[in-house]
């Protein structure tokens, strides 16, 4: 019985059509630039600000029990969680209002085109109407 297996040959046949890999030059995925941040966005700029409110109060209370007990540094880092997801707050509530006001003006612009409109179909009318009875008389 063998109990010896010779588990090169299997692993350079697996990596026979890899040994190319490094000289193949036209990889453009691999040629762009990442160093430029130009353009660069983050997906999801803090995962945890849908529920900022919740965390303000968890860091609330968390610095008050930390003073409680003494620990004034480490109640003041708990404080400035707090602030933070406060600024978080009051940035998505600017972001909302920002939002709410472009629809709301979007729909004025609509309305004052949809009066533009009607108002020239009406001159158009009225000059049809003219017209008319010039050609009548």
């Known amino acids: 019985m ?10 350079n046949n697996f990596r026979r059509n890899d040994r190319n890999f490094k000289s193949n030059t036209d990889r453009s995925k691999y ?10 966005k983050r ?3 803090g995962r945890n600000n849908h529920n900022a409110s919740k965390l303000i109060e968890k860091y609330n209370d968390l610095a008050r029990e930390a003073s ?10 708990y404080f ?14 600017n972001q909302r209002k920002a939002r709410f006001s472009e ?10 085109e949809e009066l533009s409109n ?4 009406n001159k158009v009318e009225k000059i049809n109407n003219i017209s008319e009875i010039k050609t009548s008389i």
């Open 43 to 45: 997906k999801a700029p």
């Open 31 to 40: 040629g762009s630039n990442y160093s430029n941040n130009e353009n660069f």
């Open 80 to 93: 400035q969680h707090a602030d933070h997801f406060t600024r978080i707050l009051n940035e998505q509530e």
């Open 2 to 11: 063998v109990t010896f297996r010779n588990n090169n040959v299997r692993r």
């Open 103 to 112: 629809s709301k003006l979007d729909e004025k612009i609509a309305e004052s």
């Open 68 to 77: 409680s007990n003494g620990d004034k540094i480490l109640s003041e880092n």
């Open 118 to 121: 009607k108002e020239e179909e």
